[in-house]
């Protein structure tokens, strides 16, 4: 039965099947069914076998046709979602306006659709793939829903008729089995396969997997079957057994299960193993440590399982590190547990991860999703095989690929708040992240180094492991983070302490990872790059969760969780302290900068002081474990210090990259300012003498604080003390007064990061949007770009708009502080918490003082750093004021102000100014406890410290008389015996008692002491006892040092004198301060100033504040004098000092010298270089310097000698050569063509010059001689070769040395020496040729200048005779002298410079002929391309900027001595045709083709090529003689053409009306005389005027009046007029007057002598009074008719259009672009190629002509070269300006090289947004567009842009 069915016709058995189905009984049917579908999808075909599958289609379709069944489906399309599923590298659209969700997408057409105008949005470039979300309103607002899903169409559909889909229910299930068992059949395990088998399957499956995804896109209907298949449990039973009797079904099943059986987290052999370990490690961990047992790490369960790991990973850590492997006591045994399936859906999923998610299986599961109940089931699927699907990835070979398709499905089911819900309820989703993160770290554990590296129990992850190092976590760090977005799964997370448990101990693997040691001896020999993973996985591991979970602690009934939280972190700390074995002291030389345990304590800490008002006090530890969690943040402080320091410099360049990354803005959020705000909560908690002493023993600066002036530091070199001094003090001013965590509002925090990163640079908006640290969770409040950003930008910058440089250099908008900003929130402090380089900190103080200067507050000398007020503290952290008053740090600025005064050496200005700062913060922050009166003290207290009590207040006028020192004896301080002793007995025994009231300072002693009474008290047990500090971890310099003996110094000073004398000091006055200056002071000036300022600032403070202080000013005021150093001021003081000194004076000097020098320079580019200023003295005329009288001479920019060009050592001029279409895409309108943005708008490049010129000659060589139709135009109009110079000069000789030298070198240039490329040795310009310059004669210019009165005629005839002594006169070619043959060297330069299709235009490639007009078409390019440079007309005047790149003179000499190699055939020279009425001749033989008519002929070309032809140098009067006769030809071409535009009618008034004039005496010189005979000429024949009736037709409509008749003429004869004029001021140095527009004719005329002077009154003149004819002029012009009218019928047809042309063009423009850059991307990035069919992965778009073109392309290949490369060559002669439709930028390609131009482009903030990583919406900048156009004009690419590179033909 089946069989015979199978046979019948597809069709008519699909409907006979359909009909017996619909009947009640339709069991024979459903068996005729499947019979016929056992025998179709026999699983044992190959799957490429198509026939199924049409089959399928045809059963579906229930036979009719499949399209119209689609079609009927689709109408019944129930979805009101789009879900419309991409892949990566589509363009789609987020909207954050619209967005509830931070990872909402919507397709383009969704997006164009809805209206979003005004909102925060931006197109992306989608990474992994994902789906609109347009209709779905748990992600997104309706408001943003497009018109077509915000109507819900979808709803009011009719319900499907019952038949329709019949036969999809009974056919699909068999259809998915089917492909289910290709996928058990086609599987095999990894290890024994490989990739490709794998691949090889899924190609066969592609036609089935398709199908599915076209059954999807049916719509709601279909999806609804599909979703009743994949879902059901009772469909599955039946047929994924197989039947009974299919043996092959059966083998399938069992490799299914087999499959299925290492689906677990823990494989099967492993559970066996580790069952006997797992009670004794159970035990071991202690029952009460719970899941925290995961932390202590304990030795391998069985041997053989330690052996078999290590085997593993012996390869790569050389047995050197232990994996450790951890027990994974999870709380759900199930999820370890391999996997079970009950519909076709889980199954598909689990093949779909087995065979690493193809990228089809992916679409199809997607696609799927918006029927709500297959999403619903599929996203349990998706969990219930998450770990599987983890493993798999861990395992994977491309886990980029398979990351990317894997976060594209879990983006859409988690972002989805309800469904993340009821998965976290129902299936456990977050045990299952966190267990399979925990199991995927565990694969990569390695022993902790941290400390005590022998006995250290903490585990941590080794970074260098490929999961760490490629990111492989990526996918699942990423779906957690999304599900904690949500507060309901976040709460969840919050409140199972078990999970938080385990958490903490997943973030303590990161503790203390990636640990650097710092080497000692020698350079590192590898620099290990691990950093980056260290840092990518702290952020993103430990963050980011982090930010999610403080997002949902932002309210008071949330402190619960906070407090748990917290709980469980100091847990997690004092495990961790147990387990590195710390005490009290950080191992030395050890530091790392990962502690996300600490910061998860202090970012939960603030997050409770700030939003939830919980009491500090009530979440801190005990005083001990306090001291132990400020250990490791501070030691990140000090060793930043100690990098900066280069004391870390062995450790190579790695370590700046951790010091820097740590303080980047998207990191220091999460890194430096948690781990500030700890110390700053702990020194607010600590004992203050305890946390300064602690800080700086850290930063190894406590020796240098002694009074001695010599000390010994045990433990830095000399020139580290001063930098590790000034970053101690830094550290203390910044944890004094950064205010981030202790009180300020977001909204003055984001002030101040604004104001700090503005002020180290103008940033452009997105690098400001960039370097604000914002929360890094996305759903946080601060979003970049919300409207708090906004209004607090234009609150403190002004917006620059990008301008141009000379240069070329573009700038981009920027953002600059205002003023008042400058004035009052400049803070140095967040400036240097901030900087990522040094340097920044530089360039932030330099704009600060240049800001003083101009405002004028501050002129002399260099400014300080501002002081600036802080906002008040949080109530809870006022403990912090007490670090300011305690009593060691007073001891320690009393010493560092003594020391500063008496010039120690390593003290510096900055540490001055950090004294100062804290002295400042003290005054202002005073601390409240502090009774008002200042009583002094009584004695006794004295005798054990420094100071009376802690108020700094009282303790700045404390005099302290005497200290004790301990010095080494060979110091100045050590008394020698011959001291005389005291004299009188009183001063003895006040000596004594001075001995007694000695000060000793140890800082250390201070600390230990601190450290004892805290532990004491805090610890019940009297056992515990500090290990001392052992005397190893000092390190003694070697040789013994000298001995050490305690001296007493005698000071007498309080911290105010020594301020005062500090003032006199600074000022160099020695009474800088009146007794009575306090009561003078206005108190506003001291904001900004010098040091100077600074201490009369403090001063007056404390004069105000305290009446003891003030007293004791003025009385040290009264009394003051000169300092005097201690006695005996040692040598050593003042060699330091001077040393500084010469320091100082040799930067001077440099400073001195560099300005110099860049004065200089700019002096010599203002000369030398383009600079637009017309003015320029030195314009480099060349044309005008020979009008010198002695010969010229020449510099040689490289040996520097001056002198005449030689013909044995000639100079050339440095020129680039380059070919040029520009002239060639001149248009005759004045109007821009438009880039076609729609199917509709075209590009026609027909009516361009190069076009039209091309067509005339074509046409002439259809009808005309051939030789004579290469002299009758010019070519060059593309690819015409155009010359420049920047104006130097130099021997050939030495180029060519040059040359040789730059051959050698072996450093990349931008350009290529084998080409003979090279750069201007003076200026740098760009180069590539050199131009002989001729020998300059000086007697013969003066005669070949004169004016004469010789008659017309004469002239004519003297020309002709020159030009027939052109036989006589060739170059000597006996002599060939060094010049002629650079002249041959540079011909053959310029013949190279461009194609040669740009060259052989006659019949006979290779003629003479060819050559010839090649050569004269090279100086008609240059003077038009001249012209155009000055505006397309010569009204301007004077030299321009063209004019001093032209070498046109040169240039012409070099042409003419090789164009005399030809010499014109005397019988057809033009010029007897131009001025002789010639007797008829008979004798042309009829096979030849006759010569072209003069009428027909270009006259600029005969006036290049006469001038070129005749002997040099040409008298100017044959010159101008030549001029007159061409303009009487140009003249009656001008007539002919126009009368050729008259209707019939008006040709026959003009003729008759023009005929009476014809006997006036003046008639030769009258237009309507001239015309009527032109008419009358050129009607003799019937042909000349009825060729295209179709012309006057358009034009009749306007009457030619006498005035619009005179005005045409002389538009027709100016461009002969302009290149006239142009070419004798090169030739002769005329000067070019200017004269506005409408006298241009006028002007040109009387310049070239065609007006005498006196013709020239104010009234208008006529282009006919310039005629002037030396013969009969109607004979003449009926002659030149009569060649015309001559010419046979056919030949006239066709070449009668060369009579009406139009000499005329516009100036060159690029392409018209929109104003939106979206409407160009919209239209081309999805727009094929006219090549290859397909669409590019790089369209880029040629803004000359509007061509869509592949940039590298393999596709578009021709011989090699890609297709820009060769649209560059045939659209410009090897220039070609492209835009890139993906980058918005735009390429430049000149040659064999190219260059990034930057892009026209720019978004709401002027800026640029290459490779659209932004997405803003871009608009045209017109000033850049203008300058790329002209920079394409002038062919100045290679100058102005930079950055060269060669492209290797591959663009």
Same mark, same amino acid.
């Given at each position: ?34 019979? %016929? ?74 997006? *164009? ?421 260290? @840092? ?13 979970? !403080? ?31 710390? +005490? $009290? ?71 700046? &990259? ?19 705000? %700890? ?51 830094? /550290? ?10 202790? &009180? ?16 180290? *640079? ?54 600059? =502080? ?97 004294? %100062? ?18 009583? =002094? ?219 110099? @020098? ?16 017309? #003015? ?20 040689? +920019? ?9 013909? $044995? ?95 050698? #070198?072996?450093?990349?240039?931008? /350009? ?23 020998? &300059? ?148 033989? #009829? #096979? ?7 009428? /027909? ?46 209707? =019939? ?97 006028? &002007? ?6 065609? !007006? ?21 002029? @109607? ?63 790089? =369209? ?96 100045? /690419? ?14």
């Amino acid at each position: 039965m089946a069989a015979s069915l199978v046979r019948r016709d597809k069709k008519s058995t699909a409907a006979h099947l359909k009909a017996d189905l619909n009947w009640t009984d339709n069991s024979s049917g459903v068996r005729q069914l499947q019979e %016929l579908l056992d025998s179709v999808l026999n699983p044992e075909k190959p799957a490429a076998d198509t026939e199924a599958l049409d089959w399928c289609k045809c059963l579906i379709a229930g036979g009719e046709g499949f399209e119209e069944f689609c079609k009927t489906v689709r109408s019944y399309d129930n979805a009101t979602l789009c879900g419309l599923v991409w892949t990566a590298n589509f363009v789609a659209y987020r909207c954050r306006t619209c967005g509830i969700s931070p990872c909402m997408s919507l397709c383009a057409e969704c997006f *164009n659709n809805g209206d979003h105008t005004g909102h925060d949005f931006n197109m992306f470039r989608s990474q992994a793939g994902g789906a609109c979300d347009c209709g779905d309103s748990n992600v997104m607002r309706e408001t943003g829903f497009c018109n077509r899903h915000r109507l819900r169409t979808g709803e009011n559909v009719p319900s499907v008729p019952r038949d329709l889909l019949l036969m999809s229910e009974m056919v699909l299930p068999r259809f998915i089995i089917c492909i289910i068992q290709y996928l058990r059949d086609g599987y095999t395990e990894p290890d024994t396969s490989t990739e490709r088998d794998l691949q090889k399957v899924l190609q066969q499956l592609e036609p089935q997997i398709s199908f599915l995804e076209e059954l999807t896109k049916m719509g709601g209907a279909m999806r609804t079957v599909l979703t009743k298949i994949l879902t059901n449990q009772q469909i599955f039973k039946d047929l994924s057994m197989g039947q009974e009797e299919n043996v092959y079904a059966k083998k399938n099943y069992e490799k299914y299960l087999s499959a299925l059986k290492n689906s677990g987290l823990v494989s099967v052999e492993e559970k066996a193993q580790s069952g006997a370990a797992e009670p004794t490690r159970g035990a071991e961990a202690g029952a009460g440590a719970g899941a925290l047992g995961l932390l202590g790490a304990e030795a391998p369960a069985s041997p053989d399982e330690s052996n078999k790991e290590e085997d593993q990973d012996g390869g790569q850590s050389v047995g050197q590190r232990k994996r450790v492997k951890l027990s994974s006591t999870a709380k759900d045994p199930s999820i370890m547990d391999s996997l079970k399936h009950k519909c076709f859906l889980e199954e598909l999923l689990f093949w779909t991860i087995k065979y690493e998610f193809p990228q089809k299986m992916v679409t199809f599961l997607l696609n799927m999703l918006p029927d709500q109940d297959y999403k619903i089931t599929f996203t349990k699927t998706f969990v219930q095989h998450y770990a599987f699907i983890m493993k798999t990835l861990m395992k994977s070979q491309e886990s980029d690929t398979m990351s990317n398709r894997i976060v594209h499905i879990s983006v859409q089911l988690f972002s989805n708040e309800e469904l993340a819900r009821h998965v976290t309820e129902e299936c456990q989703l977050l045990d299952i992240m966190v267990t399979v993160l925990l199991y995927m770290m565990e694969s990569c554990l390695i022993k902790s180094e941290l400390q005590d590296e022998e006995n250290s129990r903490h585990v941590v992850v080794n970074c260098s492991e490929p999961l760490l190092k490629n990111n492989t976590y990526w996918p699942l760090v990423s779906d957690f983070i999304n599900i904690l977005s949500h507060q309901s799964v976040a709460k969840k997370f919050l409140e199972d302490h078990s999970l938080l448990m385990l958490w903490m101990s997943f973030v303590s693997f990161f503790q203390g990872m990636n640990l650097n040691k710092r080497e000692l001896s020698e350079h590192v020999e590898f620099e290990s790059q691990t950093y980056y993973a260290a @840092f990518a996985a702290e952020l993103e591991a430990c963050a980011q969760p982090m930010w999610g979970l !403080l997002t949902h602690c932002k309210v008071k009934e949330t402190q619960e969780y906070t407090k748990t939280v917290v709980r469980y972190c100091l847990e997690t700390l004092q495990i961790w302290f147990d387990a590195i074995g710390f +005490v $009290d002291e950080p191992a030395p030389n050890q530091v790392t900068f990962h502690l996300p345990l600490h910061r998860y304590y202090a970012m939960f800490l603030s997050k409770a002081v700030k939003c939830q008002g919980l009491d500090l006090d009530s979440l801190l530890p005990h005083q001990e474990m306090l001291m132990k969690i400020m250990v490791h943040p501070l030691q990140i402080q000090a060793s930043l210090s100690e990098i900066h320091s280069n004391m870390w410099v062995r450790n190579g360049l790695q370590i700046k &990259g951790q010091a820097m990354t740590y303080v980047q803005s998207h990191f220091c959020n999460s890194m430096i300012d948690p781990d500030i705000f %700890l110390l700053q909560v702990c020194a607010s908690r600590l004992d203050p003498d305890y946390f300064i002493s602690s800080v700086f023993e850290r930063f190894k600066v406590v020796d240098l604080l002694t009074m001695a002036s010599v000390h010994q530091n045990a433990v830095l070199d000399g020139e580290q003390e001063r930098p590790m001094l000034e970053g101690a003090l830094t /550290f203390l001013v910044i944890l004094s007064s950064l205010r981030i965590h202790l &009180g300020m509002a977001d909204d003055e925090i984001l002030r101040a990061e604004m104001v700090s990163q503005l002020c180290m *640079n103008d940033r452009t908006h997105s690098s400001l949007l960039d370097l604000i640290p914002e929360n890094p969770n996305p759903k946080s409040g601060i979003v970049p770009g919300s409207c708090s950003f906004e209004e607090m930008l234009s609150a403190v910058a002004d917006f620059k708009a990008p301008v141009f440089e000379p240069g070329g250099s573009m700038q981009q908008g920027m953002y600059t =502080p205002k003023e008042e900003v400058w004035e009052k929130e400049f803070d140095p402090i967040m400036v240097v918490l901030r900087t990522v380089y040094r340097r920044d900190v530089q360039s932030a103080m330099d704009r600060y003082s240049a800001f003083l200067k101009q405002s004028g507050m501050h002129t002399t000398g260099n400014p300080w750093p501002p002081y600036k007020e802080r906002t008040p503290l949080h109530p809870c952290y006022k403990g912090l004021d007490r670090l300011l008053h305690c009593k060691t740090l007073h001891i320690v600025i009393f010493t560092l102000l003594y020391k500063i005064w008496l010039d120690h050496s390593n003290m510096s200005e900055h540490v001055l100014c950090m004294v %100062l700062y804290l002295i400042e913060l003290g005054l202002d922050n005073q601390v409240q406890e502090d009774k008002e009166d200042e009583e =002094p003290c009584i004695e006794e207290h004295c005798h054990d410290s420094w100071f009376p009590g802690t108020n700094l207040l009282s303790n700045l006028h404390h005099v302290i008389n005497y200290v004790r020192v301990r010095v080494p004896e060979t110091a100045p301080e050590v008394k020698r015996e011959k001291d005389p002793p005291p004299s009188t007995s009183t001063e003895a025994s006040n000596f004594g008692q001075n001995v007694r009231e000695a000060q000793v300072f140890s800082l250390v002693a201070e600390r230990r002491r601190k450290f004892q009474e805290i532990i004491n008290r805090s610890s019940t047990e009297a056992s515990q006892v500090v290990r001392p500090k052992s005397s190893s971890t000092r390190w003694v310099p070697p040789g013994t040092p000298p001995q050490l003996v305690t001296e007493i110094l005698e000071i007498r000073e309080s911290m105010l004198s020594l301020l005062i004398k500090l003032h006199q000091k600074l000022s160099a006055k020695q009474n800088s301060l009146s007794a009575t200056w306090l009561e003078d002071m206005e108190t506003n000036s001291h904001a900004h100033g010098d040091g100077i300022t600074a201490i009369e600032r403090i001063l007056t403070k404390a004069a105000t504040r305290s009446r003891q202080s003030k007293r004791s000013i003025q009385e040290i005021c009264g009394k003051v004098s000169p300092p005097v150093a201690p006695k005996k001021n040692s040598p050593t003081d003042k060699k330091t000092m001077d040393k500084d000194e010469r320091r100082q004076r040799a930067r001077e000097r440099q400073q001195k010298l560099l300005a110099e @020098f860049a004065s200089r320079q700019k002096s010599f580019m203002e000369t030398a270089m383009d600079v637009e200023s017309p #003015d320029a003295e030195a314009a480099m005329d060349l044309g005008a310097s020979e009008v010198m009288e002695s010969e010229v001479l020449y510099d040689c +920019v490289i040996c520097g000698q001056s002198g005449p060009s030689t013909e $044995d050592r000639p100079t050339g001029l440095v020129v680039l050569l380059q070919a040029s279409s520009v002239l060639g895409h001149r248009c005759k309108s004045d109007e821009t063509k438009k880039l076609p943005t729609t199917d509709d708008e075209h590009i026609y490049p027909a009516d361009t010059c190069g076009a039209a010129h091309d067509v005339r000659l074509a046409l002439m060589q259809r009808f005309f001689k051939d030789s004579s139709c290469l002299q009758s135009v010019s070519i060059g109009w593309e690819g015409g070769v155009y010359v420049q110079t920047c104006g130097h000069t130099l021997h050939i000789d030495c180029h060519k040395s040059y040359m040789v030298s730059l051959r050698n #070198d072996q450093v990349l240039q931008g /350009f290529s020496v084998d080409k003979g490329e090279f750069t201007c040795p003076l200026c740098r310009q760009f180069a590539n040729s050199v131009l002989p310059c001729r020998p &300059g004669r000086s007697t013969e210019v003066v005669s070949w200048h004169m004016p004469t009165n010789k008659k017309t005629a004469v002239l004519v005839k003297e020309v002709e005779d020159l030009q027939e002594q052109l036989g006589l006169f060739p170059v000597s070619t006996t002599t060939e002298s060094n010049l002629s043959k650079e002249m041959e060297s540079v011909i053959k330069d310029i013949k190279n410079t461009t194609q040669r299709k740009y060259m052989d235009y006659g019949k006979n490639p290779g003629s003479p002929d060819n050559d010839f007009l090649f050569m004269y078409s090279v100086a008609r390019t240059n003077l038009e391309l001249e012209l155009v440079h000055r505006g397309g007309n010569l009204c301007s005047g004077g030299a321009s900027a063209a004019a001093k790149r032209s070498c046109l003179n040169q240039l012409f000499h070099v042409l003419a001595m090789h164009m005399r190699l030809y010499s014109i055939d005397s019988a057809y020279n033009p010029w007897t045709r131009l001025t002789q009425v010639a007797q008829r001749r008979d004798d042309c033989l #009829d #096979d030849e083709r006759p010569e072209v008519p003069m009428l /027909f002929r270009d006259c600029p070309s005969l006036l290049i090529i006469f001038v070129l032809t005749m002997p040099q140098p040409l008298r100017k009067e044959h010159f101008i003689c030549l001029v007159r006769m061409l303009y009487n030809l140009q003249y009656t071409q001008a007539l002919a053409s126009l009368s050729a535009k008259f209707s =019939p009618e008006e040709r026959q008034a003009w003729s008759t009306s023009g005929a009476l004039k014809k006997n006036a005496f003046d008639a030769e010189k009258s237009y309507d005389a001239l015309l009527s005979h032109v008419i009358g000429e050129l009607s003799k024949v019937k042909t000349v005027y009825d060729v295209n009736p179709e012309v006057p037709s358009m034009l009749s409509s306007s009457v030619w009046s006498p005035h619009s008749i005179e005005y045409s003429l002389q538009q027709f004869c100016l461009p002969y007029l302009r290149l006239s004029c142009l070419l004798q001021h090169h030739l002769y140095g005329d000067k070019l007057s200017g004269c506005p527009e409408v006298e241009e004719f006028s &002007g040109l005329a009387g310049c070239l002598g065609l !007006l005498a002077p006196a013709l020239q009154p104010s009234n208008p003149i006529y282009s006919a009074s310039c005629l002037d004819w030396t013969v009969n002029a @109607f004979d003449l012009m009926t002659q030149w008719c009569s060649e015309v009218t001559g010419l046979s019928d056919t030949q006239a047809k066709k070449s009668i259009t060369l009579l009406v042309q139009d000499p005329q063009w516009a100036s060159p423009h690029l392409l018209h672009l929109p104003d939106h850059y979206n409407i160009i991307f919209q239209y081309y990035h999805k727009k094929a190629c006219t090549a290859c069919k397909k669409v590019p992965k790089d =369209p880029a778009l040629c803004l000359v002509c509007g061509t869509f073109v592949c940039l590298k392309g393999l596709c578009c290949k021709q011989q090699g070269i890609c297709e820009c490369v060769l649209h560059s060559q045939h659209c410009g002669a090897a220039t070609g300006i492209f835009l890139l439709i993906n980058a918005s930028v735009i390429i430049i390609i000149r040659g064999h090289r190219f260059c990034l131009w930057g892009s026209v482009y720019l978004d709401a903030h002027g800026e640029e947004d290459r490779d659209l990583r932004r997405g803003k919406p871009l608009f045209l900048c017109v000033e850049r567009y203008r300058v790329l156009q002209q920079q394409w004009v002038s062919h100045t /690419f290679d100058h102005i842009n930079k950055r060269w590179g060669p492209h290797y033909n591959g663009l």
